[in-house]
């Protein structure tokens, strides 16, 4: 890992509970996350950790992976998290093994406070200087897509990635209108260190439960 990873935090005016069905949903998932086409889960063990495959298509191959992840409906504070260790042994795929986590924070408002930090190890060595930002931007326009199902009801099949070029349409999604490192940090700042605890306990995606 690079002690750095890549962070995104958006606001989004629903509440928590309509904000995790619309992530934690595999089927639901799929369907604004740009980095992901198909994510099929496993049942959760005794600890409440689920494994799971997934796929990314490319018109040059399906990159396919295999994660674990684990989720808390039920904090203390009100918030809820998400953590997750993922990995491939495709040699096209840019990403070897990762971990991250989503935080969801709820205000007096209704609205949800969503924000994501995570970490991997490079597939691609030295190009990584290249892909390292737009896989950051992909999750930063990710959130807004699903920003804007969640606000507007506008699917987000009604906007594929072409659809970045669409300058004529002022509501499409847009990575910039999220944020890209917390407040008084800065995107080369460790993401992960404030991840929950959840993440250090899970195991690697390939281990036997």
């Known amino acids: 890992m690079t002690g750095r990873g890549i962070y995104v935090e958006t606001v989004v005016a629903v509440d928590?509970?309509?904000?995790?069905?619309a992530t934690q949903d595999p089927r639901r998932h799929v369907r604004w996350d740009l980095r992901f086409?198909?994510?099929?889960p496993e049942p959760a063990d005794a600890d409440g950790a689920a494994r799971f495959t997934y796929v990314r298509r490319t018109p040059l191959r399906d990159v396919r992976g295999t994660g674990v992840s684990i989720g808390e409906r039920r904090r203390p504070d009100g918030t809820r998290t998400s953590a997750l260790r993922f990995g491939t042994d495709d040699p096209l795929s840019p990403i070897r093994?990762?971990?991250g986590y989503w935080r969801y924070v709820p205000d007096e408002t209704g609205r949800t406070r969503f924000l994501t930090g995570y970490d991997y190890d490079a597939g691609w060595g030295p190009l990584?200087?290249?892909v390292r930002p737009l896989l950051g931007w992909a999750t930063a326009w990710s959130f807004d897509r699903l920003r804007i199902?969640?606000?507007?009801g506008t699917e987000p099949e009604a906007w594929p990635l072409v659809s970045v070029l669409w300058v004529w349409r002022p509501d499409r999604p847009r990575a910039s209108r999220t944020?890209?490192?917390?407040?008084?940090?800065?995107?080369?700042d460790d993401h992960l260190q404030d991840a929950p605890a959840t993440l250090a306990a899970l195991p690697e995606p390939g281990e036997a439960p």
């Open 149 to 152: 199902w969640l606000e507007t």
């Open 37 to 40: 086409s198909e994510i099929v």
């Open 179 to 188: 944020l890209r490192a917390p407040a008084g940090g800065t995107r080369r």
């Open 128 to 130: 990584d200087v290249v």
């Open 16 to 21: 928590v509970g309509t904000l995790w069905q």
């Open 97 to 99: 093994a990762g971990r």
